[in-house]
Antibody, heavy 113, light 107 residues
Framework: QLSESGGGLIQPGGSLRLSCVASGFTFVNYAMSWVRRAPGKGLEWLSDIDGSGRRTDYADSVKGRFTISRDNLNNMLYLQMNSLRAEDTAVYYC????????WGQGTQVTVSS | AIQMTQSPSSLSASVGDRVTITCRASQDIRNYLGWYQQKPGKAPRLLISAASNLQTGVPSRFSGSGSGTDFTLTISSLQPEDFATYYCLQNFNSPYTFGQGAKLEIK
């Protein structure tokens, strides 16, 4: 099971950190991803991280602004989001990477003044 | 980045109809293609992985086919609970990319 938290209303230019707690599987064995769906738009892959946390990858739309990380001791995945823009408004999902077969319920992020 | 072009972007159909949604990749992705169903307010649900592998618990009326650049999701006999938005995803290489979605509505 995956469960996200940390979303909310934030002003443009602000920062937010999303968290995802994993349970029911051996977290360290799996790469993880973040995916979002903006209102009226489709799904967009944002970032992933390997099981060790040493390898990360980002979509161009968030590279340099967002940072993915993980805490394998506590089965946690994070997404640090800086320099937020209105177009970052979306529901953010934590996803088991690879086959993208398990998803959290999502957390809403709204960037607005 | 690999572009995924889905068609149609929306369609209306009736319960019992056979429906086909296609996805075309801008380059060869072998069979690294998944199909997802998303309903309003819910997370996407993986229906089919590796182009044609039906996930556990997914009704057999769903099927997937294709390889290389052209892929198809077929629903053999639409049920009321199938009205949703469907996405394809290429997980061949990063950046992983989704199709733009196909919204399936009741006629």
């Amino acid at each position: 099971q995956l469960s996200e938290s940390g979303g909310g209303l934030i002003q443009p230019g602000g920062s937010l950190r999303l968290s995802c707690v994993a349970s029911g599987f051996t977290f360290v064995n799996y790469a993880m991803s973040w995916v979002r769906r903006a209102p009226g738009k489709g799904l967009e892959w944002l970032s992933d991280i390997d099981g060790s946390g040493r390898r990360t990858d980002y979509a161009d739309s968030v590279k340099g602004r967002f940072t993915i990380s993980r805490d394998n001791l506590n089965n946690m995945l994070y997404l640090q989001m800086n320099s937020l823009r209105a177009e970052d408004t979306a529901v953010y999902y934590c996803v088991l990477a690879g086959a993208f077969d398990f998803w959290g319920q999502g957390t809403q992020v709204t960037v607005s003044s | 980045a690999i572009q995924m072009t889905q068609s149609p972007s929306s369609l209306s159909a009736s319960v019992g109809d056979r429906v086909t949604i296609t996805c075309r990749a801008s380059q060869d992705i072998r069979n690294y293609l998944g199909w997802y169903q998303q309903k309003p307010g819910k997370a996407p649900r993986l229906l089919i992985s590796a182009a044609s592998n039906l996930q556990t618990g997914v009704p057999s009326r769903f099927s997937g086919s294709g390889s290389g650049t052209d892929f198809t999701l077929t629903i053999s006999s639409l049920q009321p609970e199938d009205f949703a938005t469907y996405y394809c995803l290429q997980n061949f290489n990063s950046p992983y990319t989704f199709g733009q979605g196909a919204k399936l509505e009741i006629k």
